[in-house]
């Protein structure tokens, strides 16, 4: 077995954690996160907030911050951090729900886009539909389709997809498949891909919390970092 490889597995045994939380806890968790994302400086002019963009980041545990001591920890916390750094007119509202699936996000996503625009739609979903085998048709089909609402409810919408991985004690086959879903959506709905999102943090002891799979504020990081090499260049583009 390869590095690669037995990191990969170490990273599929820890997924049971995604699955571990309620649905109750788990959107009482978006509900505070959504409000932390607010703005910080309450006294900012009326003007100045109609112009700020919204960055919607939509997953799992993995973008809610699963296990941190604060949800601003999570990589889209830290992207917010750097967005303020650069004085970029964006703000970062954090959609991670802990065992989310791609169908699941299919039917959650409905009820985010109506409560404001959104400028750009970063999509982490995936590793829970790995985890449980679920035919990689399926977790095509719903991406597709999420990416599709996002569309047509914000036509100039910019759509980051990022990547995920299994092992392959799940099967070669299954393994491959599951890896060739994100590249085959990216590319046919015309998004922008994150290759793989945990790329220097799956299977990493230092940068895991004890289950071995959320990752901790040093691992957030880098998750953030993996990010916004596809991110930023976006955002600045659209200020030039």
Not at 9 to 30: F, I, K, M, V
Not at 34 to 49: L, R
Not at 144 to 149: H, L, N, R
Request: glycine share 8%; with cysteine; hydrophobic share 40%.
């Amino acid at each position: 077995m390869t590095i690669k490889n037995h990191l990969l597995t170490l990273t599929l045994a820890a997924l049971t954690a995604l699955t571990a939380c309620s649905d109750a806890s788990t959107n009482e968790q978006l509900s505070q996160e959504q409000q932390a994302s607010a703005p910080a400086e309450s006294g900012k002019k009326e003007a100045t907030v109609a112009r700020t963009k919204t960055i919607l980041f939509f997953g799992n545990s993995l973008t809610a911050g699963y296990g941190l001591d604060d949800p601003a920890q999570a990589f889209p916390g830290l992207i917010q951090e750097r967005l303020d750094s650069l004085d970029l007119p964006y703000k970062a509202i954090n959609a991670g729900l802990s065992g989310e699936t791609t169908a699941g996000g299919k039917n959650r996503v409905d009820w985010l886009l109506k409560k404001q625009p959104v400028d750009v739609f970063v999509l982490e979903l995936g590793a829970n539909d790995g985890l449980r085998g679920i035919p990689t048709a399926e977790t095509y089909q719903n991406l597709g389709i999420i990416i599709d609402k996002v569309r047509k409810s914000n036509p100039d919408v910019n759509i980051i997809l990022t990547g995920m991985q299994v092992p392959p004690s799940m099967g070669q086959q299954y393994a491959q498949e599951f890896k060739d879903v994100f590249t085959r959506v990216a590319s046919e709905k015309d998004v922008q891909l994150v290759p793989f999102l945990l790329e220097g943090v799956g299977g990493e002891p230092d940068l895991n919390q004890k289950d071995g799979i959320h990752p901790t504020e040093e691992g957030q990081k880098i998750l953030a970092e993996n990010v916004w090499q596809v991110l930023g260049p976006i955002l600045l583009e659209e200020e030039v």
